[in-house]
């Protein structure tokens, strides 16, 4: 999800009041679909300032769209359970990543979401994550094609995947900003790790099987030195993904990263118990 403040910034005010109208009509249509607005809706948003910025400003804030989403899912659930009461706990959780080795954990931490829960044992039968999307798209193209995934991520033709940013960045030609003109479906071309699509599907695919079948297996020779770069064996990294969620709370990074964190928010220090993860080696 990538929030666009900037589009909104182009839409006119009544424009503005149009989609906000849309989203929450004050008349309905016998069938519940929203009653096409009348002038006099459109005006009492456009004529009051305060109102009109507060609209406009709420229609690119992912925190908004975070609480009426939830509260749509528990009115429709609790209505399905013949229930009431609080349905979620929280919003949602915002994270920061301080680095990339936390980048990295985190990615392989949430692609592996549906073996951790053992609702799958493959990586490339876990449904609804990046992963998956991108084996399948990986999937269509001919062994040739395969060697030269990094070009492949930024040439737009992916059916699948193709909505989600390249994995493996090129710093120098990775262009920042959105990616709306060429591919209307990413929010960005800009890569995020500094390993290949190839060796991180490896990767997260061999940690899916330590995982699912608790063998304690050695890492294979041309993946251990991405863990030796970011000072992990393969035990710790497999431990590390186990428990992410629950070492890591309102930041994630090596124990320096979050130690610089701390000093910056004017805090002494930032919960991490059993953090595993040490400074990247260069």
């Given at each position: 999800?990538?929030?666009?403040p900037?589009?909104?910034?182009g839409?006119?005010?009544?424009?503005?009041a149009?989609?906000?109208?849309?989203?929450?009509?004050?008349r309905?249509?016998d069938d519940g679909?929203?009653?096409d607005p009348?002038d006099a809706?459109i005006?009492m948003?456009?004529g009051?300032p305060k109102?009109l910025a507060?609209?406009?400003r709420?229609l690119?804030?992912?925190s908004?769209?975070?609480?009426?989403?939830?509260?749509?899912i528990?009115?429709?659930?609790?209505?399905?359970?013949?229930?009431t009461?609080?349905?979620w706990?929280g919003?949602?959780?915002?994270q920061i990543?301080?680095?990339?080795?936390?980048?990295?954990?985190c990615?392989?931490?949430?692609d592996?979401?549906p073996?951790?829960?053992?609702?799958?044992?493959?990586?490339?039968?876990s449904e609804?994550?990046?992963a998956?999307?991108?084996i399948?798209?990986?999937?269509?193209?001919?062994?040739a094609?395969r060697?030269h995934?990094?070009?492949?991520?930024?040439a737009?033709?992916?059916?699948i995947?193709?909505?989600?940013s390249p994995?493996?960045i090129?710093e120098?030609d990775d262009p920042t900003g959105?990616?709306i003109e060429?591919?209307?479906r990413r929010?960005?071309c800009k890569?995020f790790?500094?390993?290949s699509?190839?060796?991180y599907?490896?990767?997260v695919?061999?940690?899916g099987?330590?995982i699912?079948n608790?063998?304690?297996a050695?890492m294979?020779a041309?993946l251990?030195?991405?863990l030796?770069?970011?000072?992990l064996d393969?035990?710790?990294w497999?431990n590390l993904?186990?428990r992410y969620?629950?070492v890591?709370k309102r930041?994630?990074g090596?124990?320096?990263s979050?130690?610089q964190?701390?000093?910056q928010?004017g805090?002494?220090w930032?919960?991490?118990?059993g953090?595993?993860?040490t400074?990247?080696?260069?």
């Amino acid at each position: 999800m990538r929030s666009r403040p900037d589009v909104v910034a182009g839409l006119s005010d009544e424009e503005i009041a149009r989609r906000w109208l849309r989203l929450f009509p004050n008349r309905r249509n016998d069938d519940g679909s929203p009653a096409d607005p009348s002038d006099a809706d459109i005006e009492m948003i456009v004529g009051t300032p305060k109102i009109l910025a507060q609209r406009r400003r709420r229609l690119s804030d992912i925190s908004w769209w975070m609480r009426c989403t939830a509260e749509n899912i528990a009115r429709r659930s609790n209505a399905e359970d013949d229930v009431t009461g609080h349905f979620w706990e929280g919003r949602f959780k915002a994270q920061i990543l301080l680095d990339e080795v936390s980048v990295l954990a985190c990615a392989a931490y949430v692609d592996l979401n549906p073996i951790r829960a053992a609702m799958t044992q493959l990586l490339e039968t876990s449904e609804f994550t990046g992963a998956k999307e991108r084996i399948d798209d990986i999937a269509r193209l001919t062994p040739a094609s395969r060697t030269h995934l990094h070009d492949w991520e930024r040439a737009s033709q992916q059916q699948i995947s193709g909505w989600m940013s390249p994995l493996e960045i090129d710093e120098r030609d990775d262009p920042t900003g959105p990616d709306i003109e060429r591919s209307h479906r990413r929010a960005s071309c800009k890569g995020f790790l500094s390993i290949s699509l190839a060796k991180y599907l490896e990767l997260v695919d061999w940690t899916g099987r330590q995982i699912c079948n608790g063998t304690g297996a050695s890492m294979p020779a041309d993946l251990a030195p991405i863990l030796r770069r970011i000072g992990l064996d393969s035990c710790a990294w497999c431990n590390l993904i186990k428990r992410y969620g629950r070492v890591f709370k309102r930041a994630a990074g090596t124990s320096e990263s979050l130690a610089q964190e701390a000093k910056q928010r004017g805090q002494a220090w930032i919960q991490a118990p059993g953090n595993p993860l040490t400074t990247c080696a260069p």
